[in-house]
């Protein structure tokens, strides 16, 4: 886990125990501990193996170091998931609306059981909140506005809510063992996106499991996942699905001679690739295409190379990463 989801957990927590109505000291703790961590340039994942070394930090204590070592280990947090069972996590995408606190976000939920962006613009509309104490007439439409923009990123997801599905999918593709060598989160999530259109992983193989068998027992395996909603594709090396949530997940499986070619492509926006393919089209690139028509005798790529031709080579893959791009 990296320190930017480590202190997202934290600061969710926050969010959702002043929404709980918890003292302000217990939330701020967390929200301190989000905004260190968050700018932090040690990793916390290895800084929680030396406890003492994280207590030097301003604002850490024995508590939060074992919240820490809870979140690093487990990759959630209990008193969060327990929160979460108490509130919809929608009640989250409340907090995206510009002019909504915790605290308004509490009131609504407490008087209206509005737990969803629907809920509170359907109650705005209906002129329940300009009469209400902290709102106002100017502040209800102001929260209609908030709702416009925020339902023009339709069927695109929060930060949050694909950081939570990277790392369950992530914990769930590494239970297969020995044939995975690492999980890496790319697209919009990697460049720090607010929203996402769908999420890419990058799934390397280790040594000794990257013969079609070992590349297909991992990938009914990752089809396994509890949560996926339909099979979108399973194919020589990569498998797309949708989550219940309507999330859409693509899953690439790599040799590790691949990877920072993958990196590059998938993390890369449209415009970056488009740009970075004409330069690799100049370099006369595209000659790599044909040493990699049989995925056996398939050599390290360049970045370029991969660029050139959409990584794996293949037109449908070229196609699915164009309108993946436009969607990121």
Not at 59 to 68: A, T
Not at 213 to 236: N, R, Y
């Amino acid at each position: 886990m990296d320190n930017k989801q480590i202190a997202r957990i934290l600061r969710e927590t926050a969010q959702l125990l002043e929404i709980d109505g918890a003292i302000i000291g217990r939330y701020r703790s967390y929200e301190k501990a989000a905004e260190l961590i968050d700018g932090l340039p040690e990793s916390v994942e290895q800084l929680v193996k030396e406890p003492e070394k994280l207590k030097e930090l301003p604002g850490i204590g024995d508590r939060m170091v074992e919240h820490l070592q809870e979140i690093v280990k487990s990759g959630d947090y209990a008193l969060r998931k327990k929160l979460l069972k108490k509130y919809p996590a929608t009640i989250l995408d409340l907090l995206q609306l510009q002019s909504l606190g915790p605290k308004k976000v509490a009131f609504l939920w407490s008087n209206f059981k509005a737990g969803t962006v629907a809920d509170v613009e359907r109650i705005a509309k209906e002129g329940k909140l300009r009469d209400l104490p902290g709102f106002g007439e100017k502040s209800e439409q102001n929260i209609l506005k908030a709702v416009e923009v925020f339902k023009k990123s339709s069927g695109r997801f929060h930060i949050h809510t694909a950081e939570d599905a990277a790392v369950a999918i992530s914990g769930h593709i590494e239970k297969a063992g020995k044939a995975v060598e690492s999980v890496t989160p790319a697209g919009s999530l990697r460049r720090g996106k607010e929203t996402v259109g769908d999420l890419d992983l990058l799934v390397t193989l280790a040594d000794g499991h990257t013969s079609q068998k070992h590349v297909d027992a991992l990938a009914k395996h990752i089809l396994a996942f509890p949560g996926i909603d339909q099979t979108l594709a399973h194919g020589e090396n990569k498998v797309s699905f949708t989550l219940e949530n309507g999330l859409q997940v693509d899953v690439r499986l790599l040799e590790k001679e691949n990877f920072g070619a993958a990196l590059l492509y998938f993390t890369g926006s449209k415009e970056h690739n488009v740009t970075l393919r004409g330069r690799a089209n100049d370099m006369g690139a595209r000659a790599a295409r044909e040493h990699r028509r049989n995925r056996r005798r398939r050599k390290p790529q360049t970045a370029a190379s991969a660029h050139a031709e959409g990584h794996e080579g293949r037109p449908a893959d070229a196609q699915h990463g164009q309108r993946r791009q436009e969607l990121d």
